[in-house]
């Protein structure tokens, strides 16, 4: 019977291992600075793993590759010369302390702004 046992045990499909959880420092209308990149932006989107295409994770330089087992952070992103969609890992990020306005086109469309400076999803993308 333990012969038995053992071989439906032994056949049974792997079940999927769940990553460990990872407790997001950002939340969505906060504002980022990249650690080592001259960038920051507002967090629009959290992954609590990484989910983005493994094309994308192999062209960052071994050296500089984050872990994949942390949040990452959708961010509508801006520089000196321009404005773009950025995906960053939790290691990678720090609070700006600024102040200043994010001027990225689609923050209109996503948030507003309080007397405070907080950015707050507007109601229409809440759920």
Same mark, same amino acid.
């Given at each position: 019977?333990?012969?038995?046992?053992?071989?439906?045990?032994?056949?049974?499909?792997?079940?999927?291992? !769940?990553?460990?959880?990872?407790? &997001?420092?950002? =939340?969505?209308?906060?504002? %980022?600075?990249?650690?080592?990149? *001259?960038?920051?932006?507002?967090?629009?989107?959290?992954?609590?793993?990484?989910?983005?295409?493994?094309?994308?994770?192999?062209?960052?330089?071994?050296?500089?590759?984050?872990r994949k087992d942390q949040p990452f952070y959708h961010l509508?992103?801006?520089? !000196?010369?321009?404005?773009?969609? &950025?995906?960053? =890992?939790?290691?990678?990020? %720090?609070?700006?302390?600024?102040? *200043?306005?994010?001027?990225?086109?689609?923050?209109?469309?996503?948030?507003?702004?309080?007397?405070?400076?907080?950015?707050?999803?507007?109601?229409?993308h809440r759920h």
């Open positions: 019977m333990n012969d038995t046992v053992s071989a439906v045990t032994d056949s049974s499909p792997a079940r999927p291992i !769940a990553p460990p959880v990872a407790h &997001a420092r950002f =939340s969505i209308g906060d504002v %980022v600075r990249h650690r080592m990149l *001259d960038f920051r932006g507002i967090v629009f989107d959290v992954d609590p793993v990484f989910a983005n295409t493994d094309e994308w994770y192999e062209a960052i330089p071994e050296s500089f590759r984050p509508l992103a801006e520089n !000196a010369e321009s404005s773009y969609v &950025a995906y960053v =890992s939790q290691q990678n990020l %720090v609070h700006d302390e600024s102040d *200043d306005p994010v001027e990225h086109p689609a923050v209109s469309g996503l948030f507003d702004r309080s007397e405070d400076g907080r950015y707050g999803l507007k109601r229409q």
